[in-house]
């Protein structure tokens, strides 16, 4: 039987601009509750859904939800209240071991104690001044008798501060967790000397196989266009909707091995998804950089989730 030639491959992501007022979200969120993987938490709200175009018929199909962890976008106050409270236990204990390492302080020592919290900044620090919102969106397929996760696009913090402060500009870096690939891709925005309009860059690792990867925005666009560049040839666009309620977009990829590799595509449609919040986005990330500047890292708040994404896996056990 010959060999079927690649098919391109075409997507529309339908980001929601108020999912919790979304008549589908009810619906979404029960069919994703009862999910093959863990990945969508009691925290995770449905902000759009994915459709793919039929090659031969043309007709749209909805295969895909998005799905948004809240928990670290959207903090309520009681959130930021705890953390707060949390960080200063902590730095009264350092404050504390200071004076005097280990035993109860005696009425001089607690009176020291006493004057160096009320001079000092994190003990003084309010709950809105914590830095601690990070993007976290997961994508599921919904088509067939079952839903199943399909990858995570995860905001990385510690990565944007520190190139951010090399350059000089706000610089966004995200990672993704595709299934049942060992590696994990880094997007990260590149430096441009006029800055605008943004360039990210990533390598795809699947199969034995490294592709380089460059995401370049239009310098002219109605909306938000990206080119995409792989080996240097390019390979197909994405094009944002400017006159679209939330932030919608389309996807297409040309008929090659890339359209047809469904973890590229699902890389890519969680990047496009992403797009719509890269501007609050950056604007974390310049308060996390002034706060880091000024001598007050601590507002940067980090999850241990984010930690462990760095960890070593060739350090000894």
Not at 59 to 70: A, E, I, Q, V
Not at 95 to 118: C, F, P, V
Request: net charge negative; hydrophobic share 35%; glycine share 6%.
């Amino acid at each position: 039987m010959a060999k079927k030639d690649p098919q391109p491959c075409r997507r529309y992501i339908d980001m929601w601009a108020m999912p919790g007022m979304h008549p589908s979200n009810v619906e979404l969120v029960q069919q994703l509750t009862t999910a093959d993987s863990n990945a969508f938490t009691t925290n995770m709200k449905v902000v759009g859904t994915v459709s793919t175009q039929d090659n031969e018929s043309g007709s749209w199909n909805k295969t895909h939800m998005l799905g948004l962890r809240t928990d670290v976008w959207n903090m309520d106050k009681g959130e930021l209240e705890d953390a707060l409270d949390v960080m200063q236990d902590q730095r009264r204990q350092e404050l504390k071991k200071s004076i005097k390492k280990s035993g109860r302080l005696d009425a001089k020592q607690q009176a020291k104690l006493d004057e160096m919290m009320a001079e000092d900044t994190v003990m003084n620090m309010e709950p809105g001044e914590i830095e601690k919102r990070r993007l976290v969106l997961k994508l599921f397929k919904t088509t067939g008798e079952r839903t199943a996760w399909c990858g995570t696009i995860e905001q990385i913090t510690i990565t944007e501060v520190h190139t951010s402060m090399a350059v000089g500009k706000n610089l966004l870096t995200m990672c993704v967790m595709l299934p049942r690939t060992e590696c994990v891709t880094t997007i990260q925005q590149c430096h441009r000397t006029f800055r605008i309009p943004a360039m990210f860059s990533f390598a795809f690792c699947h199969d034995g196989q490294v592709h380089h990867a460059v995401l370049k925005r239009k310098w002219v666009s109605i909306g938000a266009d990206f080119d995409i560049e792989v080996g240097g040839e390019n390979i197909g666009e994405i094009d944002g909707r400017l006159f679209s309620f939330g932030a919608d977009s389309y996807l297409d990829i040309d008929a090659g091995e890339l359209s047809e590799d469904r973890r590229f595509m699902d890389l890519m449609t969680l990047f496009t998804a992403s797009v719509g919040y890269h501007k609050a986005m950056r604007k974390s990330v310049d308060r996390r950089v002034k706060a880091t500047l000024s001598g007050e890292a601590h507002c940067h708040k980090i999850e241990d989730e984010e930690i462990r994404l760095m960890h070593n896996g060739r350090a000894a056990a």
